[in-house]
């Protein structure tokens, strides 16, 4: 899947094409590697990074397809120096897999070039594995490059044995990051974004959560936040039920704000500080003992993930301060959880982009004014964020379930201020990690809900009613993705999903997901492609005309995907 995976960024286009092809057999030769030990997998975890780093700046070059590269002149005036800065990290790809073969080494060293040639050059000195010995060598400027291919040999030869715990490996690794560092620094590819970095790498294909925990320290090591994050908070969803402790605060100190009030979610204070609430509640047999606390199990693994400190802002979650747990006996002696998941925030109140966008009760005034609040460029920053949020959550192996516009959340004052804020997801208390043999939770339908919910997540099979937990589940990314899209419909027209269809059917109608798919499709799709542009448009309709449908639980490429034709293509919209 990797090899397959780097072959779409390459493609086939020439000389250069070929010496990128070359540099990446290093990298997948270490991908197939299997039950090696911790010390090999911490190197493999930090060459995987380098691997993800050079495709993206492949990618986005378009060297193999699209040649976005032969465009520039500048990148036209050093192709050359950077066919042969390629090659050399080829080198040290093929050396590090090497376990016992000859490898050819130039002999003698280019001569030195002024200093001033780069912004920054690295020193390669000891631990160079081909014998560079000038130490202020710049290995993409043309003349020097030149005067290597002229002045070396390859008389020489060295055999070169790959030793788990040689530390000449790790000099070659920290070589081969200057060298892709380099790319980066003298031709910085067109746009670099954190998240094909995240979606080219294979760091987080492990659902071993020893295995994942380490991604998270080797890559903290090379400084990569967003990464680390998203492993770490992986790692905790597959962690064994006993490993489970979320923080368990006292139901004593948590005083909502509007006292008397019967709300799912709102404002309180905890030991005094500000904090936003989401509740739960379930109501359960005496018998289903067990299935109570798969339930709470469940939540818990929930709250460790969004309250660890590692958690990447880019998912787009409130800091969680941790849970309450409240439990009361019924007379029929049934018992109901009341679960309290705790955020911290900083404003005292908080506006849904469901409410933003409903005309209900308000003046023509004062819709246009919430348009102007939310202009379209501030509309395409919001769906750029929240594409984002989506793919990060998804590379964590988590699916969130209730995608919605009542669960995209804007904390602020008041409405002026929705011009300058960015809206965090919430909604997580029906999320689970994506994984086989986790079961779907049986949710109460409310009518709203079937405008987001993508055909083929209502045959979702449930057990016993009375039971928190169904049946085997099937719910998918690909669902959360279509949610997602509708989301983003939504957006681009400023009105709500219900409102679109009720403005084609009528208020009296009681359409099918497939119908309300199809009219969105078919109405909606057209008019945003109006207000909005193709691109935009084309990003929605991607998420729902059942291009996704085709990869079900191919999570790599399924990410891929959706990277590609959906978070991708939103960053090129500009109003």
């Not at 911490?42 to 495709?55: E, G, M, N, T, V």
């Not at 912004?119 to 060598?137: A, I, M, Q, V």
């Not at 002229?150 to 788990?164: C, G, H, Q, R, V």
């Amino acid at each position: 899947m990797a090899e397959e995976h780097l072959n779409t960024a390459f493609g086939a286009f020439g000389a250069l094409d070929a010496v990128a092809r070359r540099c990446m057999e290093g990298f997948a030769f270490f991908q197939r590697l299997t039950n090696a030990p911790e010390s090999v997998d911490d190197f493999r975890i930090r060459l995987d990074l380098q691997q993800a780093k050079l495709a993206v700046w492949v990618q986005e070059w378009g060297i193999g397809s699209g040649g976005q590269h032969l465009k520039d002149r500048r990148f036209q005036a050093h192709e050359a120096a950077v066919s042969k800065h390629l090659d050399l990290i080829y080198r040290i790809t093929n050396d590090l897999r090497s376990i016992d073969v000859n490898i050819p080494a130039p002999s003698r060293a280019p001569n030195s070039i002024p200093m001033d040639t780069l912004p920054r050059f690295h020193r390669l000195g000891l631990g160079n594995p081909f014998g560079l010995k000038s130490p202020t060598t710049n290995l993409l400027d043309p003349e020097a490059a030149n005067s290597a291919s002229s002045n070396s040999s390859l008389t020489t030869t060295e055999s070169l044995k790959w030793a788990w715990h040689d530390e000449k490996s790790n000099e070659r690794l920290h070589n081969l990051a200057d060298l892709i560092r380099d790319l980066y620094d003298f031709l910085p590819p067109p746009y670099l974004d954190p998240a094909g970095i995240v979606v080219m790498g294979t760091s987080l294909a492990s659902s071993d959560s020893k295995t994942l925990a380490r991604v998270g320290k080797a890559l903290d090591l090379d400084q990569e936040p967003l990464l680390a994050g998203l492993a770490q908070m992986k790692s905790i969803g597959y962690r064994t039920q006993a490993s489970i402790r979320s923080a368990q605060l006292h139901a004593s100190q948590l005083l909502p704000l509007r006292q008397g009030e019967k709300f799912l979610r709102f404002m309180a204070t905890y030991e005094g500080s500000l904090v936003f609430v989401e509740q739960k509640h379930s109501t359960v047999s005496p018998k289903f003992q067990n299935q109570r606390a798969v339930l709470r199990a469940r939540i818990e693994n929930i709250v460790l993930r969004l309250q660890d400190s590692r958690i990447p802002a880019e998912l787009r979650t409130l800091p969680c301060r941790g849970i309450v747990v409240d439990e009361l006996v019924n007379d029929d002696s049934t018992i109901t959880s009341t679960y309290s998941i705790v955020y911290r925030t900083e404003s005292p109140r908080f506006f849904s982009l469901r409410q933003i966008f409903s005309q209900q009760g308000k003046s023509k005034q004062e819709i246009q004014q919430a348009k102007d609040r939310l202009s379209l460029g501030r509309r395409f920053l919001i769906a750029k964020a929240l594409s984002r949020a989506v793919i990060y959550l998804h590379n964590a192996d988590w699916l969130h379930k209730a995608i919605r516009s009542e669960n995209i959340l804007f904390f602020v004052e008041t409405m002026a201020d929705l011009a300058s804020a960015l809206p965090y997801l919430v909604g997580f208390e029906y999320s689970r990690p994506d994984a086989l043999g986790e079961q779907t939770e049986h949710m109460t339908q409310k009518e709203e809900h079937k405008f987001y919910r993508h055909p083929k997540a209502l045959a979702v099979p449930v057990a016993d009613l009375n039971q928190p937990l169904g049946g085997g589940g099937t719910y998918s990314k690909v669902f959360d993705i279509y949610s997602f899209g509708v989301v983003l419909v939504e957006l681009g027209l400023f009105i709500s999903a219900r409102g679109i269809v009720e403005t084609y059917m009528g208020s009296k109608a009681n359409p099918t997901s497939e119908e309300i798919r199809n009219l969105l499709l078919e109405k909606a799709i057209p008019k945003l492609r109006f207000l909005t542009g193709e691109i935009y448009a084309n990003a929605a309709r991607v998420c729902l005309d059942g291009h996704f449908d085709q990869f079900g639980r191919e999570s790599q490429a399924l990410h891929t995907a959706f990277y590609n034709n959906c978070v991708r293509q939103l960053d090129l919209c500009r109003a």
